[in-house]
């Protein structure tokens, strides 16, 4: 029993492990780990500032604002993952052309090999995880992955998690 309340509810009721948000974020989780994280750590890339570098590389040129809305980080993560990004010469900043009180963020080119690079072995990580699948069940788990991205029309996905 829970609580002193009237109603007998067993801590097993309780548990929300079995709803969908949970298990999928759960998975992401254990994902990020095996595929992103070693290879995030080999280019000492903390996540917030992968974020800003996918948004980058899938949008183009972008204001700040624009980068908080696609990529789903807060205004001050996206403020640290730029300082840090300027200052190791992955992004640069340039004048709007359209906005005096903003700038425009774009990858430099070494920013976009680092991007590149990562992305392809990251790609081979999720290649040789898929593999401890059957293909038929890594083929469903692709379909129904579309699927459900459908059935929410891309909403409040990330713009940059549903273009890469």
Known sequence: MVGSGAGKTSRMQLNAADLLPNRLTAIAGVLAREIEEPVRALYALPTKDWVVMQVLAVNGPLPP?????VGGQNKPQISRALKCLVDRGLVVRSPHPDDDRTFLVSLTEPGLAMYTDILK????????????LPADEAGNLRSLLKNLEGAFGGHDIPAAAMKT
């Open 65 to 69: 604002a624009e980068i908080h809305r």
């Open 121 to 132: 072995q990251m790609r081979r990580r999720q290649a040789d995880l898929l593999k401890e």
